[in-house]
């Protein structure tokens, strides 16, 4: 079996999740008839978005509460090639921590359920001086909290 | 024979001229093995960006007098497709204007010497309040006065 | 008032419309913070694609009867900027024509109903020899036919 | 330090390495005035297609021999942002297997010579059937053979 890509340690909270769907597009199929593959980032990022938006921590609320998020590590392993027109869905799964990260996994899968691609995200917290946070910045740890307390899922 | 995209009228100086070389990437190639035709507008910009620096009137430059350009219009006309790995050359062709607009041409060619495609981009001037400038601002009138006067070419 | 891209005869029949959605992506958006030009060719084929295929005249569709459709032209006419997450609609208008071409039109519209963008797109028929039909190839002219008919709208 | 992407056993031969150079363009650049991260599949893709060409052993290469490489796994860790216009350097470095793979690294850096972004790239060997090669296919391992007896450096 798959090593995970984030470990759960007991007490944590249950991950958070959302669903997004997608089609691939013209654009996206090369000369091999596939999804290039640079463009999975790119579908990954649409689940990023929506779970980051519904939770209130998105690029844009992080940075009004004076956090940079930029990402730090990409990985994406290939499963089953993706053609023109298939329709996709991307399954973001956001990992509990309490460093100052944000660990998000993803799942994208075909029409008939099959995994085509797995891998995951993280993005370092930084303060406006580009300097990493040491510890959890105040805006986030809040939204941490909430979470361990069962409040978000 | 084609119409001309811009016309030149009889006192105007000749158009400044700059070239850049790219090679066809394998992600800007399609299923039917040929460069997606939206990926022209990035060849053109190539060539506009070199036009421009070298002439002092890039985005950036225009930015610090106080002048937004976005782009009003693109147009291409395809005329042989490209393959993966192609090598081309894009010229672009800046033409002079006394109004409130810059107004370029391309031209992409194959190894070959054969026009690939052509096409044009005209670009608006607006103050940093989004008003367009009635008459050429400060900056950019002394670019055009330089060229008008044979200091350029 | 703007000139039409595309002329109507007395007897053509009402242009084809269809309609799609689409959210400005992140990485759809330049250091200006709107989305760049460069990606409208990307909005155009989304509509594009949503509407020969429903009519069967999609990329595959032909190809399946002999004819490749490549893009002989794009204009695209930039009215009001889109921002990030900014949900537009994409209007694609099919316009009839006795050519051996396929005339279609497009006007993004911000959520406020404004219009965007306009612009237009050529396509060209071709035989697998990559020879110009002369007349409408009879899987198209099929199509035609019952456009004018009545019998699509 | 960190961990290699690779382990060298001790008879490997040493890694073949290339290098190209980009600039970095204005649609790359997202918001935040940084070089979207979806990009960097596109910078290690420039260095091994120069590598993988120069070798002998590119996607159509090994294409013509009955050998597909898709892409199994894409690894990106980002270091220092990268801004419009930058000039960089993408090193590629390919690892010996003797397994049915391509096992590649990556070394972005800036004009500085500063690390921007290191990674990786794993591609599987297929037969047209989309089956795994067991062994490595003849073609390759000619490649491979002719690499470890030192032919190829």
């Known amino acids: ?22 089609q691939i597009r013209f654009e996206e199929v090369d000369m091999l008839k596939i999804a290039w593959h640079g463009h999975y980032t790119s579908f990954f990022e649409d689940a990023r978005i929506q779970l980051s938006d519904r939770y209130g921590i998105g690029y844009m609320d992080l940075y009004a509460h004076g956090i940079l998020a930029p990402i730090k590590t990409v990985h994406v392993d290939f499963i089953t090639p ?12 956001l990992h509990y921590s309490e460093a100052s990260r944000i660990n998000s996994e993803y799942i994208i899968r075909n029409k008939k359920g099959q995994t085509a691609a797995t891998g995951y995200v993280v993005q370092m917290m930084l303060n406006p001086d580009f300097e990493l ?13 909430k979470w361990k307390a069962g409040k978000l899922l």
């Not at 090593?3 to 997004?20: I, Q, S, T």
């Open 1 to 22: 079996m798959k090593k995970p890509y984030f470990k759960k340690r007991a007490d944590d909270p249950e991950p958070l999740r959302g669903m997004v769907k997608r």
């Open 133 to 145: 946070f040491l510890t959890q910045p105040a805006f986030f740890k809040k939204f941490c909290d």
């Open 82 to 93: 993706l053609r023109f027109k298939e329709e996709i869905t991307i399954e973001g799964i």
